[in-house]
């Protein structure tokens, strides 16, 4: 069974730091690339930041020197390091993997940036 489970989200002040966890079992470990996704509340979920499985990485505009995608040597766990976070950060992450054909989610973690 493929799974993906985030963690680390919680509340923040505007300026302050969180460090997201997506830990990937079963199929969710075979990623090739791996994308962490904010959806705000009332909004769509919106691509943050992504990275192949060969460490090619991609970040939203809105998050460049600010956000940082990286993923610990077995490549079972995908990190999202956030820094100088905003009011406007705020909304549930989500971790996607593709594997194969198939796009694999996650259940999704809270991120809450009061100002």
């Known amino acids: 069974q493929a799974q993906l489970a985030e963690s680390g989200g919680g509340l923040v002040q505007s300026g302050g730091s969180l460090r997201l966890s997506c830990a990937a079992s079963?199929?969710?470990?075979?990623?090739?690339?791996m994308g962490w996704y904010r959806q705000a509340p009332g909004q769509q979920r919106d691509l943050v930041a992504s990275?192949?499985?060969?460490?090619?990485?991609t970040y939203a505009d809105s998050v460049k020197g600010r956000f940082t995608i990286s993923r610990d040597k077995a490549m079972t766990t995908v990190f999202l390091q956030m820094n100088s976070l905003k009011p406007e950060d705020t909304g549930v992450y989500f971790c996607?993997?593709?594997?194969?054909?198939?796009?694999?989610w996650g259940q999704g973690t809270q991120v809450t940036v009061s100002s």
């Open positions: 996607k993997a593709v594997v194969g054909i198939y796009d694999i």
């Open positions: 079963g199929r969710a470990s075979a990623w090739k690339r």
């Open positions: 990275m192949t499985a060969g460490g090619d990485k």
